[in-house]
């Protein structure tokens, strides 16, 4: 029998907000490249299916926060993995505004 670690069955929406001061965006860009390459090993290890920033606007293009769909077997769980996230250590999410939603997809 395969020793295979199994992928958690239960999926979440995230939603967070960038601090929203002056130098929030410095902050965020900073540990940018930190924070892509941690969402790349969480979602190798099947733990993060998608993510992106919310913007002011199209027009605008300002990142102002975070859109994530990530797998996990308790909402606890996605905030063990949030809260070590780059952008959380480096003070680029404001964590008071993280909202996390039950997910599931639609067979489309």
Known sequence: ??????????????????????????????????????????????????GGAILDSHEGGKMIGSALIMRADSEEQVMELLMSDPYTVGKAWNMDTVRIYPYVEASI
């Not at 929030?24 to 969480?42: K, P, T």
Request: charged residues 35%; proline residues 2%.
């Open 1 to 50: 029998m395969s020793e295979e670690a199994e992928t958690p069955k239960k999926m979440f929406v995230v939603i967070i907000d960038d601090f929203s001061d002056a130098e929030a965006l410095n902050r965020r860009l900073s540990v940018r490249q930190m924070h892509l390459a941690e969402s790349a090993n969480r979602r190798k290890r099947g733990a993060q299916v998608s």
